[in-house]
């Protein structure tokens, strides 16, 4: 079953989840929910539980290898610094160009039960940042400082109140 992905404002997203303790089928099944609607969507590579309205440390991320699950995820390890241009699912239309480590250690349990560790740079450890962001109810907006917040809630909210105005070619705030 594909859900409707949460967005900005929905107190969802500002909640801290659980951990999973119990990987039952409802778990198993709600992973495979979790996946139907990220490739629903089409243009997102990771989805956290919340997203879709359920306070669970879980994420699925899919960076065109091969679906990926994780269950009560945590950076252990992290360095370096890298930027990139973060879009977020629930925060449609909006990138925001920010800083972050570039290289992480994600500790945290496979759908087995499993202990799993996976070290990754770039791309897939900024996605592993973001999401574990997700788990405890952070969001882009609460990276930023004040004035970065200001302008990034402005951006949104021009982009939320004309969806289909014509985008130049790919909206970007740079806000180091
Ligand atoms: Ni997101």
């Given at each position: 079953m594909s859900y409707q992905i949460r967005t900005f404002g929905d107190p969802v997203l500002k909640s801290a989840a659980t951990p999973v303790d119990d990987i039952d089928a409802k778990v198993v099944r709600l992973v495979d929910d979790m996946f139907e609607t990220l490739y629903s969507?089409?243009?997102?590579i990771a989805l956290a539980a919340p997203q879709i309205g359920v306070r669970k440390q879980i994420f699925v991320w899919d960076l065109g290898e091969q679906p990926l699950v994780v269950l009560n995820p945590e950076i252990v390890e992290s360095s370096g610094e890298w930027l990139y241009d973060e879009g977020c699912l629930s925060i449609p239309g909006l990138y925001v160009e920010m800083l972050r480590p570039k290289e992480v250690l994600m500790r945290g349990v496979g759908l087995d039960g499993e202990t799993i560790e996976i070290e990754a740079d770039e791309l897939e450890a900024r996605l592993f940042q973001h999401e574990i962001d997700h788990l405890d109810g952070v969001l882009m907006f609460d990276r930023m400082t004040p004035d970065q917040r200001k302008a990034a809630l402005a951006e949104f909210r021009s982009i939320s109140e004309a969806p289909d105005a014509p985008v130049p070619e790919r909206r970007r705030l740079r806000l180091r």
């Open positions: 969507l089409g243009n997102g």
